[in-house]
């Protein structure tokens, strides 16, 4: 006769128990850190934008502007929904019909970004210089600062955590 084997239903429901108590333990952990996976993403994005627009400026020898619009830049200094980079020949800082549009990227949908300058936008000397324009862009979340990118004068960026006092309006 073959021996039988297996788990037997209290085995089964005991190690079922233990899983919930472990999963119990470790779920509440699970929210900040997708939080932080979340904003690392969007800093990661916001980065990516910025070092293109410079790339663009340096190879092209010519003047990029990055800001925010869908067809035009607008005049808000918070960021979202889309972001527009183009030749900006003029160096009005807005995007006329005969300037080039050399991309239109979209943000995450709930991403918004406060840029510090008074002027709504960024712009990249040929050189990859910020003309002027070094600042902070805060990444924002239900009017709370999450983190910050810091441009500076020779168009190079930084991350950091925010202060308490960083604007998100």
């Known amino acids: 006769m073959k021996k039988m084997t297996g788990f037997s239903l209290v085995e089964m429901m005991s190690c079922c128990a233990l899983l919930m108590l472990v999963a119990c333990i470790a779920l509440p952990d699970f929210g900040p850190l997708l939080q932080n996976n ?15 627009a410079r790339g663009a400026a340096v190879f092209e020898r010519k003047i990029v502007t990055i800001c925010p619009g869908t067809t035009h830049c607008s005049q808000s200094n918070l960021w979202q929904e889309q972001l527009l980079v183009f ?11 005969e300037e080039r549009l050399l991309q239109a990227l979209p943000l995450e949908e709930g991403t918004t970004w406060h840029w510090s300058r008074q002027a709504p936008y960024l712009q990249f000397e040929p050189d990859g210089t910020t003309r002027a324009l070094n600042g902070t862009l805060t990444l924002c979340e239900k009017n709370r600062p999450q983190k910050q990118i810091v441009i500076s004068l020779a168009g190079r960026t930084r991350t950091q955590s925010p202060s308490a006092v960083a604007p998100c309006t």
Request: glycine share 4%; aromatic share 8%.
């Open 38 to 52: 979340r904003n690392s993403q969007y800093t990661n994005q916001m980065l990516a934008v910025l070092h293109y």
């Open 87 to 97: 030749d900006d020949h003029n160096r009005n800082g807005t995007l006329d019909d």
